[in-house]
């Protein structure tokens, strides 16, 4: 029985549904199977949407609009330039700064991929930088959103699994630099095979003005970081203070938000909010399904009678999540994935906040993998490039990534120094 919920799953998912469409037909075919009143389904899926810890979802969306809207984006490009122009492939290196910047602001890697697309990217293309390379840079810098806090991930997950969200959140922050460096090394390196140029260094005046002009910007992430690390507030407290401070910013001192803009945002960020919602409800009733056949438990024991070797558990545990993310999009992933995999990285030992780093990195190079994912149709799409030319530029990328995953994997103390310096 329980075969027919994968089935209609799969078979949806091979028809190209949209993912809440493939996960809610599949549940409810398989409910009406076990003829389990569809009153049950409604209800699940109503009581997703009045969690607490979800509500951080949306004011984060809000803030990377308003940021974005709002002149604070324009501004922290110009500052990454200064920082790191002058390095070899210089553009190539604000992009990652950038994504760093903006990871810390509204958690989400297409929000992050929008944002710097449609100011980098034609600049990039006049200094003679591969179009391919644009779009794979983007595509695979954007996803550092994903770990950095805040991230819409972290938060998901936390939800699922009822860990602290604040501890997850940090978990991220040394693995998100620690990717964005590799980016950057990567970045630079190429640069030299294909004699990309680096921008003129800038004159001390001009840095001071970027940093005078861009602080009231850079203390957004200091209000979300800030204010949880230290317990003032909590998440979601945190995003709706940044989307006030966001809102303030922009309208007041860079004048650059209007009254009359503000109607859009709102709608951007509500039809963004509901297509996470109606993801999440969709899933929860799935992985419901999924528990109800005991198929979490099925799955363990499979695992642990093939190896009871905790290296090799965690290195087929992330083949799984790599292989996953390559066919489902990352929040439905993780609805799914979790509650299966969970349960066997805490039986060998490994702590649900180091797991929970491992799955959001993991699922995250999920976003630019063919064929389902979404920063490669954002970045080809804004870069005007198609995806095929994306493959090979890909490449170095996936390389680099894969060993940050491997060292976040295996030395925990990479995701667990800052969540343990929290009281």
Request: hydrophobic share 60%; charged share 10%.
């Amino acid at each position: 029985m329980a075969l027919m919920l994968f089935i209609v799953f799969f078979v949806l998912i091979l028809l190209n549904a949209p993912i809440f469409v493939a996960l809610l037909a599949s549940s409810l075919v398989y409910v009406m199977l076990l003829d389990i009143p569809p009153t049950m389904v409604i209800q699940r899926m109503f009581s997703v949407a009045q969690s607490f810890p979800l509500l951080a979802i949306p004011f984060f969306m809000l803030t990377g609009e308003l940021m974005s809207k709002g002149g604070l984006s324009s501004r922290l490009i110009n500052l990454a330039k200064v920082l790191v122009g002058h390095i070899k492939g210089g553009l190539a290196q604000v992009v990652v700064v950038f994504s760093m910047f903006m990871a810390a602001v509204s958690g989400s890697a297409v929000a992050n991929a929008s944002a710097v697309s449609s100011i980098i990217v034609p600049e990039m293309e006049k200094r003679g930088y591969d179009k391919g390379f644009i779009a794979a840079l983007i595509a695979t810098s954007s996803t550092i959103g994903i770990l950095i806090p805040p991230s819409i991930p972290m938060v998901v997950y936390g939800w699922i699994t009822n860990q602290s969200v604040a501890k997850l959140l940090l978990s991220g922050a040394v693995p998100g630099v620690f990717l964005g460096v590799m980016f950057m090394i990567l970045s630079a390196y190429m640069a030299y095979r294909r004699n990309y140029p680096r921008e003129e260094r800038a004159s001390l005046r001009r840095f001071l003005h970027e940093f005078r002009t861009s602080f009231f910007a850079l203390l957004t992430p200091v209000i979300i970081i800030g204010g949880i690390f230290s317990g003032i507030m909590t998440p979601t407290e945190a995003g709706a203070i940044a989307s006030v401070w966001a809102f303030i910013i922009g309208l007041f001192v860079y004048k650059d938000l209007k009254w009359s803009m503000l109607l859009n945002i709102i709608v951007d960020t509500a039809i963004m909010t509901a297509g996470v919602m109606i993801i999440i409800a969709s899933a929860n009733i799935f992985t419901w399904l999924l528990a109800y056949n005991q198929i979490p438990d099925r799955i363990a024991e499979l695992i642990l009678s093939i190896t009871t070797n905790k290296f090799l558990i965690l290195m087929i545990i992330n083949i799984i999540l790599l292989f996953t993310g390559m066919v489902i999009d990352l929040t439905p992933a993780l609805m799914i994935m979790t509650p299966i995999l969970l349960p066997i990285a805490t039986s060998i030992g490994v702590d649900p906040i180091h797991f929970g780093a491992i799955m959001v990195l993991n699922l995250g190079i999920g976003l630019y993998t063919p064929p389902v994912g979404t920063t490669i149709f954002v970045a080809s799409s804004v870069a005007k490039v198609k995806m095929e030319s994306m493959i090979k530029p890909l490449l170095p990328f996936f390389a680099v990534a894969f060993l940050v995953l491997m060292a976040v994997t295996y030395i925990p103390i990479i995701s667990m120094w800052l969540p343990s310096l929290m009281k």
